[in-house]
């Protein structure tokens, strides 16, 4: 699970990932039969205070405008956390082969 600092109408809060399916592009191409329609690009959040307990109370404050932004943010953290994954899988391979 993922988390990141937020603030939401100006008060401190945490943005805690609960889920995220990647957004895979469709194929419309060639017959019909091996076209596929565009799919995933979904992400479940929820606004906790700072100490990690949800504030469904905080949650009702979100705006559409923040909403987007708090998505943004989210696919963002999600991308940086995947790279730090590779990044040190990379380097653990790395100094094996060294060994």
Not at 63 to 73: D, L, Q
Request: hydrophobic fraction near 35%; charge should be negative; charged fraction near 35%.
């Amino acid at each position: 699970m993922l988390e990141f600092d937020h603030r939401v109408a100006g008060i401190p809060c945490v943005i805690r990932i609960l889920h995220a399916e990647p957004f895979r592009a469709g194929f419309f191409s060639g017959p019909p039969e091996h076209c596929y329609p565009d799919e995933g690009g979904l992400i479940v959040w929820e606004v906790c205070d700072r100490r990690g307990r949800a504030a469904p109370w905080l949650e009702r404050k979100v705006t559409k405008e923040e909403a987007n932004n708090i998505e943004k943010e989210a696919w963002a953290a999600l991308e940086r956390d995947a790279q730090e994954a590779r990044d040190s899988y990379l380097i653990d391979q790395y100094e094996a082969s060294r060994r």
